[in-house]
């Protein structure tokens, strides 16, 4: 079985959701990033990049940040691979997931059953939702194509600071993984939060 590693982005404001801390929402009774970590219990190794979080440790789990923080996506995986690399270089393929997925235990293996690093046709394969497009925080990519991509627009942009994920996934050729709704939904905003999530009776006054 083909190695992979897997970077969670966890390190975002949490602007629209007044300052939360994504990472520690309840979803189902677990926070989400324990719902990120569960869905890569099998990868070689997990890098969470973001601030560290107590009670989220293990053997093959790393912890990193960008540098400033809250330099967006982009460089939050450059900062993740770098960390990749300096516990021995990356696996062939790498899993980048946002943090804020509820339904990423039932998703992230659709997707994984796709990523064939035999497949030299494709090089990042993203899930799919008709409504919501592409989803590159969702994905498996080929570790060495990414890798690439990030040094041809650190080059072009002088830095990944704030640069979109787009004018990554721009530069390499993708297969689109169909996905529903429900398993691409993430949370940004109150109304998904409510949607997704089961709030707690201290902040919402409802159980």
């Known amino acids: 079985m083909t190695e992979w590693d897997a970077l969670i982005l966890a390190g975002g404001r949490g602007r629209r959701l007044g300052g939360a801390d994504k990472a520690l929402l309840d979803a189902e009774g677990a926070p989400l990033l324990a719902h990120a970590l569960t869905a890569t219990a099998q990868a070689r190794m997990r890098v969470v990049v973001g601030p560290y979080r107590s009670g989220f440790d ?3 789990l790393r912890w990193t940040r960008e540098a400033p923080p809250y330099g967006g996506p982009v460089a939050a995986t450059a900062a993740g691979m770098r960390e990749l690399r300096a516990a021995g270089g990356p696996a062939a393929l790498v899993a980048l997931l946002a943090v804020d997925l509820p339904a990423v235990t039932a998703a992230l293996p659709l997707v994984r059953s796709e990523a064939d690093p035999a497949d030299r046709r494709a090089e990042a394969w993203l899930g799919w939702e008709p409504e919501g497009g592409r989803q590159p925080l969702l ?4 570790s060495d194509a990414l890798e690439r ?3 041809a627009l650190r080059l072009e942009r002088g830095s990944l600071y704030g640069a979109s994920l787009r004018s990554v996934v721009e530069r390499l050729t993708v297969r689109e993984v169909a996905l529903t709704a429900s398993l691409t939904a993430d949370i940004d905003t109150p109304e998904q939060l409510a949607r997704s999530l089961r709030i707690p009776s201290t902040t919402s006054g409802r159980t």
Request: hydrophobic residues 50%; positive net charge.
């Open 58 to 60: 293990g053997e093959r």
């Open 139 to 142: 994905a498996v990519y080929r």
């Open 149 to 151: 991509a990030l040094a």
